[in-house]
């Protein structure tokens, strides 16, 4: 898995939205492998910027599309649609 993350992402920004949790398992699997990260992760509010008002509506989206029927959160691809869906939302505004 670490090769492959390797592969796919060297060199490249990953934001997160539990940026803690996703560096504590993405160390733990490198470290586990002994392989180099080849990619950075960054908290995905700097995608978001400084603007309270984007942070407002990226949250206000983000709920409205979790407490929908149309995904499972929690799950992986669900959860990253969420995501781009509410920061395309924030963002536009």
Request: net charge negative.
């Given at each position: 898995?670490?090769?492959?993350?390797?592969?796919?992402?060297?060199?490249?920004?990953?934001?997160?939205?539990?940026?803690?949790?996703?560096?504590?398992?993405?160390?733990?699997?490198?470290?586990?492998?002994?392989?180099?990260?080849?990619?950075?992760?960054?908290?995905?509010?700097?995608?978001?910027?400084?603007?309270?008002?984007?942070?407002?509506?990226?949250?206000?989206e983000r709920e409205k599309?979790?407490?929908?029927?149309?995904?499972?959160?929690?799950?992986?691809?669900?959860?990253?649609?969420?995501?781009?869906?509410?920061?395309?939302?924030?963002?536009?505004?």
């Amino acid at each position: 898995m670490a090769y492959s993350l390797n592969r796919i992402l060297s060199g490249q920004v990953v934001y997160c939205d539990a940026l803690h949790w996703d560096s504590f398992w993405c160390n733990a699997l490198f470290s586990d492998t002994g392989i180099h990260q080849e990619f950075e992760l960054r908290d995905i509010q700097e995608l978001i910027g400084g603007s309270e008002n984007h942070l407002r509506a990226f949250i206000k989206e983000r709920e409205k599309l979790e407490d929908s029927d149309k995904f499972t959160v929690h799950r992986a691809l669900d959860d990253a649609k969420i995501i781009r869906k509410a920061l395309k939302v924030a963002l536009a505004g």
